[in-house]
Nanobody, 123 residues
Framework: QVQLVESGGGLVQAGGSLRLSCAAS????????MGWFRQAPGKEREFVAGISRTGGVIYYVGSMRGRFTISRDNGKNTVYLQMNSLKPEDTAVYYC????????????????WGQGTQVTVSS
């Protein structure tokens, strides 16, 4: 069992930056691939970025590529999402997820999910 708690969301102006954190409980964090997802109002949840167990393999999708950076610190049981050059269309609830299966593409099913953190980007 893994419990995930996101933090770092908030209100920021367009062009600004935020750093999201996702802290995981337990001693097996390094055995999970991790991912960030987001869900905007009225839209389906979408994959944003994923990182392998060791952090050596990373995937991004869409317009987040080049603006967002996912990283992890297995010693701190934490995965991060650095978001730069934020746009109003990045407004969403951001979730982190842990998956027992190693990530091999820009996809993660997610065995465990956090409760989400709101990111709002004003124009």
């Amino acid at each position: 069992q893994v419990q995930l708690v996101e933090s770092g969301g908030g209100l920021v102006q367009a062009g600004g930056s935020l750093r999201l954190s996702c802290a995981a409980s337990g001693r097996t964090f390094s055995t999970y691939a991790m991912g960030w997802f987001r869900q905007a109002p009225g839209k389906e949840r979408e994959f944003v970025a994923g990182i392998s167990r060791t952090g050596g393999v990373i995937y991004y999708v869409g317009s987040m590529r080049g603006r967002f950076t996912i990283s992890r610190d297995n010693g701190k049981n934490t995965v991060y999402l650095q978001m730069n050059s934020l746009k109003p269309e990045d407004t969403a609830v951001y979730y982190c997820a842990a998956d027992r299966a190693e990530i091999t593409s820009a996809h993660l099913d997610g065995d465990y999910w956090g409760q989400g953190t709101q990111v709002t980007v004003s124009s």
